[in-house]
C-alpha cells in the first residue's frame, strides 16, 4: 500500500501548481481522500477531503475558489489543481487516505487518515 505524492515546486504569487497523488495497492475509491499541508511552524490541516463513490467535496476556506480536487479512477489517482497561489500557500502538501468515508469534522482529523504520502513541497514567492 503506497501513495505518491508530486507536483509541488515554487511559484510565484498568482501562479499554479497541480499536485497528483497516486495510489497502490487499494483503490482510493475505498474511503475517503484528503489532501494536508503543513507550513512551518504549523500544525497540519486538511485543504481538501474527497468523499468516495459521490465525489463530494470540502475545501478549507482559505483556499475555497482557488483549489479544485479530483480524481481519475482508471488511473487511480487524486489531484489538487491549485490557482492563484498566495505566499501563505506555501507548505508541504501531503495526500492521506482514510479505509472509511468520512463526512463533516471527521475529515478534517488526521488521525482518520491510514495512509500518507511522502509530501510534496510548495513554495509561493511574492
Known amino acids: 500500500v503506497q501513495l505518491q505524492a508530486s507536483g509541488g515546486g515554487s511559484v510565484e504569487t498568482g501562479g499554479s501548481l497541480r499536485l497528483s497523488c497516486a495510489a497502490s495497492?487499494?483503490?482510493?475509491?475505498?474511503?475517503?481522500t484528503a489532501w494536508f499541508r503543513q507550513a512551518p511552524g504549523k500544525e497540519r490541516e486538511a485543504v481538501s477531503v474527497?468523499?468516495?463513490?459521490?465525489?463530494?467535496?470540502y475545501y478549507d476556506e482559505s483556499v475555497k475558489g482557488r483549489f479544485t480536487i479530483s480524481r481519475h479512477y482508471v488511473k487511480n489517482t487524486v489531484y489538487l489543481q491549485m490557482n492563484m497561489l498566495k505566499p501563505e500557500d506555501t507548505a508541504v502538501y501531503y495526500c492521506?487516505?482514510?479505509?472509511?468515508?468520512?463526512?463533516?469534522?471527521?475529515?478534517?482529523?488526521?488521525?482518520?487518515?491510514?495512509?500518507w504520502g511522502q509530501g510534496t513541497l510548495v513554495t509561493v514567492s511574492s
Open positions: 492521506a487516505q482514510s479505509r472509511r468515508t468520512l463526512i463533516g469534522a471527521l475529515r478534517l482529523v488526521s488521525t482518520n487518515y491510514h495512509y
Open positions: 474527497i468523499r468516495p463513490g459521490s465525489g463530494t467535496t
Open positions: 495497492g487499494f483503490t482510493l475509491n475505498s474511503g475517503s
